[in-house]
């Protein structure tokens, strides 16, 4: 088989598998919307059952639904009937996926489902199915056709119930008026959450140069050399009124022959630009990224706070 043939190959299962996604588009109808209120209107959570490939799709969707304010759980099948069935409350939800709708593990569980929650909604491609029968709500995700070359491994199926399960996710972002904000604070830890949250404060330097506006060449160079950052900021009784790079450094022994008699005045470039500590770190990589430069000077209440450094920032998957 040669390298046309296989891509091929790779183009037939993806056209299979949007074919049958087109499908699934068509179908929807007020069966979804009545899933979709009852979802949207429990007390309690969202329990989603399966077992098989279906069980891996099932926890995909608890953790889109748990990540955009629907609150999710799941639970296998097999372990259910073994004491699981614990976690479901009269006041929970109940959403079972099986392609067939007749698995013996689904089958046997089907009348416990039914009495331990408030409702129970069925994602099967079997409309005559047990498990349609003692659903309140049944979607469709019957699939003519799998993408596989033998017609019998999950696969167009499997999509199409990942594909249900991400347009409820999103119409139910949608009722509850679900915002960046809100999504920030279940990411906390990834860079999604750290471009909406993560205030400058978080990403301080742990060195903070500093010299008077009398600072001596020598004590400007010591101050310069001691940061990894090459610079320090200039201040004059707390307030800041310039800062030296090694650039700046660099520009002036270059240009003048008698270096005795310079201070921090006489080379700091003025009004440099600042950050609040109180800011966005996304703010201040944006400052950073506009004026071109590798450090903001950091202030609290207008007065001098630390250094910030845009490879910290972009360490930490701030953009």
Same mark, same amino acid.
């Given at each position: ?7 091929q =190959?790779?183009?037939?299962? %993806? ?31 969202? =329990? @989603? &059952? ?14 889109? %639904?748990?990540?955009?304010? +629907?609150?999710?759980? /799941? ?5 259910? @009937? ?10 929970? #939800? ?29 994602m099967t ?8 029968? !003692?659903?309140?709500?049944? %979607?469709?995700? !019957? &699939? ?5 070359? =033998?017609?019998?491994?999950? +696969? ?26 809100? /999504?920030?604070? !279940? ?8 471009? $909406? +949250?993560?205030?400058?404060?978080? !990403? $301080? ?6 010299v ?9 160079? =010591? ?10 900021? &200039? ?7 310039? &800062? ?8 002036? $022994?270059?240009?003048?022959?008698d270096?005795?008699? /310079? ?23 944006? %400052? ?8 903001l000077?950091? +202030?609290?209440?207008?007065?001098? /706070?630390?250094? #910030?450094?845009?490879?910290?920032? $972009? ?5």
């Amino acid at each position: 088989m040669n390298k046309t043939q296989i891509l091929q =190959i790779a183009k037939n299962a %993806l056209s299979i598998e949007i074919d049958e996604l087109e499908k699934l588009r068509s179908r929807l109808d007020s069966d979804f919307l009545k899933a979709l209120e009852l979802i949207n209107s429990a007390k309690g959570k969202l =329990i @989603i &059952v399966g077992i098989g490939k279906s069980a891996h799709v099932g926890n995909k969707m608890v953790a889109t %639904l748990n990540s955009t304010g +629907t609150p999710a759980q /799941f639970l296998h099948a097999s372990e259910a @009937i073994h004491g699981d069935l614990g976690v479901i409350q009269k006041t929970d #939800i109940v959403l079972c996926i099986s392609n067939s709708g007749n698995s013996p593990e689904i089958v046997a569980l089907l009348p416990y489902l039914k009495e331990y929650s408030s409702s129970l909604i069925a994602m099967t491609g079997n409309s005559k199915s047990k498990l349609a029968e !003692f659903s309140d709500v049944v %979607l469709s995700t !019957f &699939v003519e056709k799998e993408a596989c070359p =033998i017609k019998l491994a999950p +696969t167009s199926s499997t999509t199409v119930q990942m594909a249900l399960g991400d347009a409820l996710a999103v119409c139910l972002m949608e009722l509850n008026g679900f915002k960046e904000t809100d /999504f920030a604070k !279940f990411h906390p830890g990834g860079s999604l959450g750290k471009n $909406l +949250t993560a205030k400058v404060e978080q !990403f $301080l330097s742990a060195q903070k140069p500093q010299v008077s506006e009398n600072a001596s060449l020598r004590d400007i160079i =010591i101050s310069v050399s001691s940061s990894k950052h090459g610079i320090t900021v &200039v201040t004059d009784q707390d307030k800041i009124t310039g &800062v030296i790079t090694d650039g700046d450094l660099r520009r002036m $022994l270059m240009s003048e022959q008698d270096l005795s008699k /310079f201070t921090a005045k006489d080379i700091m470039s003025k009004n440099p630009k600042s950050v609040d500590k109180n800011s966005l770190a996304k703010e201040a990589m944006q %400052l950073l990224k506009a004026r071109n430069i590798g450090q903001l000077i950091v +202030t609290e209440n207008g007065q001098y /706070f630390g250094i #910030i450094d845009i490879h910290r920032l $972009l360490d930490e998957g701030i953009n």
